[in-house]
T-cell receptor
Framework: AQTVTQSQPEMSVQEAETVTLSCTYD???????LFWYKQPPSRQMILVIR??????QNATENRFSVNFQKAAKSFSLKISDSQLGDAAMYFC?????????????FGKGTKLTVNP | GAGVSQSPSNKVTEKGKDVELRCDPI?????LYWYRQSLGQGLEFLIY????????KSGLPSDRFSAERTGGSVSTLTIQRTQQEDSAVYLC??????????????FGPGTRLTVL
């Protein structure tokens, strides 16, 4: 079974600075998707960024980018120019692309605090 | 367009009572998922519906939990004889079937269930 590990329960960053959230995963599959979701206190899970494992190029969405290291099974999220609105729980998630279950497997999350 | 909606937003019930939680997916999305989010267990997959296929019920924690999806749209998660350990936020997500696989999952705001 696949597992996702987020080793940083909490992180903090100063407004306008850059922060990196870590995520590692364990799988025997070669084709899969990885996601970062943001969950603010409102509870709504919001997709931040998505990466297909077959793509070597790291995904980028505005201030958010990932460092995808397939061999190391690592998928970190970098937030540049942090804003107060970035404060939230961040979850890393894995989904198989090899048929079978379409479920997301989540890490335990990292609580990000942005200090003014 | 409208996102995934869930009702009620909050539900308080007494131990032993049955509860029903509702999810309205994004229009046109053929796949629907239920997850449970609790402090102790994090985010767990419960069940997955895809079109007319048999649902993937592999994440349901006990036979007190069941779910149905009527007309390929609205879904209801039912918990019978609720226990205190059922207290959690129940999240629903939907996605679009594209190219033989499901696309990114979009989440609703969740239902917070409290069992007294």
């Amino acid at each position: 079974a696949q597992t996702v590990t987020q080793s940083q329960p909490e992180m903090s960053v100063q407004e306008a600075e850059t922060v990196t959230l870590s995520c590692t995963y364990d799988t025997s599959e070669s084709d899969y998707y990885l996601f970062w979701y943001k969950q603010p206190p409102s509870r709504q899970m919001i997709l931040v960024i998505r990466q297909e494992a077959y793509k070597q190029q790291n995904a980028t969405e505005n201030r958010f980018s990932v460092n995808f290291q397939k061999a190391a099974k690592s998928f970190s999220l970098k937030i540049s120019d942090s804003q107060l609105g970035d404060a939230a729980m961040y979850f890393c998630a894995y989904r198989s692309a090899e048929g079978g279950s379409e479920k997301l497997v989540f890490g335990k999350g990292t609580k990000l605090t942005v200090n003014p | 367009g409208a996102g995934v909606s869930q009702s009620p937003s909050n539900k308080v019930t007494e131990k032993g009572k049955d509860v029903e939680l509702r999810c309205d997916p994004i229009s046109g999305h053929t796949a629907l998922y239920w997850y449970r989010q609790s402090l102790g267990q994090g985010l767990e997959f419960l069940i997955y519906f895809q079109g007319n296929s048999a649902p993937d019920k592999s994440g349901l924690p006990s036979d007190r939990f069941s779910a149905e999806r009527t007309g390929g749209s609205v879904s209801t998660l039912t918990i019978q004889r609720t226990q205190q350990e059922d207290s959690a936020v129940y999240l629903c997500a939907s996605s679009y079937l594209w190219g033989g696989t499901t696309d990114t999952q979009y989440f609703g705001p969740g239902t917070r269930l409290t069992v007294l």
